[in-house]
């Protein structure tokens, strides 16, 4: 069943942070020019050196400008008259893909959204719409910061809404063929099953002005029996910051397993650490929020999963 449209809103989330940074609290905004005050960028959550990918300077919209080694993205730079999008510069091939997106700037609007999508997706299409662009179709998935989720032009409630500062992470294993979601390093759930042998891009877009985006992880690991590993033991560690902190491994292989798969023993599923949507999320939100804790963590977040199965 669709959700009818809802009222975009000009003011921006806020309290929705990974950090307490002074940047990240209330966005001062002027009524009367309309504008945001420039805020400087806080650096938390950002450790990596790496970047599996970073965004496609060939492949986004007219209204996008990239940044930051390519890796921060702003969409509509003066003003906005429609939706403007862009992917990673790279094909998520079969594996195991995790990248988080930070928010950098208020967040406010239509929609600013994270997901994925196949090259079929017109990153140009909507440049004069206002509209949540990710999930418009079959080709694509798109988590919006009002916490809904969309797909076929289709949408649920899935989680709580995301502002400036929120860390939205993306887990796309092609072997099991699921999307899953979290927010600042919490499990938010499973949005979509049965995505083998697909090949997808990591897309956002935007409607709001002087908006943006970075890229502060992106990482690819082969299904192999190391990432089997490595995720059975990040499921029977739950309650640790990172498991690799607590294992009595040498430390030249702790050193290669935190350079290879550090993602996959920080990553938290455990329902206690589980996001629970605010009072103000909808009560029709997908998934249960009261489920006992005494479930095993891999079913805490297999359990709210969406219909796109």
Known sequence: MSLPPSIPSAVPVTGESYCDCDSQGEASFCSNLRTFHKVKDCQCGEDDDYFDWVWDDYSKSSATELSCESRKVNFHTEYSCGTAAIRGNKELADGQHFWEIKMTSPVYGTDMMVGIGTCDVNLDKYRHTF???????????????????????????????????????????????????????????????????????????????????????????????????????????????????????????????QNKLGWVMAMKHNLKDRERPSASSSSSSSGSDSESSTSSDAEACQRKRCRWT
């Open 131 to 257: 509209c949540s662009l990710l999930g418009k179709d079959d080709d694509s998935w798109g988590l919006s910061y009002t916490g809904l989720l969309h797909h076929k032009g289709d949408k649920v409630h899935f989680s709580s809404r995301f502002g400036q500062g929120s860390i939205i992470g993306v887990h796309l294993d092609t072997w099991h063929g699921t999307l899953t979601f979290f927010k600042n390093r919490k499990c938010i759930g499973v949005a979509a099953t049965k995505l083998q042998n697909k090949k997808f891009y990591p897309m956002a877009c935007s409607t709001a002005a002087k908006s943006s985006m970075k890229v502060i992880r992106s990482c690819f690991s082969p299904t192999s029996l190391q990432y089997l590993c490595c995720y059975q033991l990040r499921q029977l560690l739950p309650e640790y910051i990172d498991t690799l902190e607590v294992l009595p491994v040498p430390p030249g292989l702790k050193h290669v397993l």
